[in-house]
């Protein structure tokens, strides 16, 4: 069964730092896995999207990388805003299923 | 209208009661899911419709029922719920090809914040 884990739970970083929210899935076999953004009480924005056979996407200050072969994945934020402050969402699609699997999400602070 | 709408945007019920969420998709997608967020649990996926036929149902139960008319409408029906069915409910839609290989990306509307006293 594919179980997803995201670190730090929660993390609070002054404005303009860079940063890095890590994700990590059980099963390698995967066909894509997508970053969300939640706000509270909100539903997801999605962020990007990598297929399997892609290393990266960037969109805008974000960069997300996944390495299929251990099992990781990585959200960088660069020059981080107060605006920024929300809950960032990793999902991977399993090789054999439809639905996303989540992880529990980290909460992100960004203090002016 | 654009992307995912659902409605109501918030919804208090008894546990005799019965009600529908509703959800729309106005981007041309032919797959539609249902997920629950409970507090401190990661997001679970309920239903999913593609090409309006219901394809997967992870063994939720039979007081919520899923009814999906035409690939832009998508419904929740509850009945009999209990107090921890209280939860997020979230409707989201992509567009998926023939094959596995083919999934894409899923967008989801914002939510029905359901509380069963």
């Known amino acids: 069964k594919q179980e997803v884990t995201q670190i730090p739970a929660a993390l609070s970083v002054p404005e303009g730092e860079n940063l890095v929210l890590n994700c990590s899935f059980t099963?390698?076999?995967?066909?894509?896995l997508q970053w969300f953004r939640q706000d509270p009480g909100k539903g997801l924005t999605s962020l990007l999207l990598?297929?399997?056979?892609?290393r990266e996407q960037t969109s805008g200050r974000l960069n997300a990388s996944l390495d299929k072969s251990s099992g990781r994945s990585t959200l960088y934020i660069a020059a981080s805003q107060p605006g920024d402050s929300a809950t960032y969402l990793c999902?991977?699609?399993?090789?054999?299923?439809?639905?996303?699997?989540f992880g529990s999400g980290t909460q992100l602070t960004v203090l002016p | 209208e654009t992307g995912v709408t659902q409605t109501p945007r918030h919804l208090v019920m008894g546990m005799t009661n019965k009600k529908s969420l509703k959800c729309e998709q106005h981007?041309?997608?032919?797959?539609m899911y249902w997920y629950k967020q409970s507090a401190k649990k990661p997001l679970e996926l309920m239903f999913v419709?593609?090409?309006?036929?219901?394809?997967e149902n992870n063994s939720v139960p039979s007081r919520f029922s899923p009814e999906c008319p035409n690939s832009s409408h998508l419904f929740l029906h509850l009945h009999t719920l209990q107090p921890e069915d209280s939860a997020l409910y979230l409707c989201?839609?992509?567009?998926?090809?023939?094959?596995?290989?083919?999934?894409?990306?899923?967008?989801f509307g914002p939510g029905t914040r359901l509380t069963v006293l």
């Open positions: 999902a991977v699609r399993p090789g054999s299923a439809r639905q996303l699997t």
């Open positions: 981007l041309g997608h032919n797959a």
């Open positions: 989201a839609s992509s567009q998926d090809g023939t094959g596995m290989s083919s999934y894409n990306e899923q967008f």
């Open positions: 099963d390698s076999a995967i066909y894509n």
């Open positions: 419709y593609s090409l309006e036929e219901r394809v």
């Open positions: 990598i297929q399997s056979s892609q």
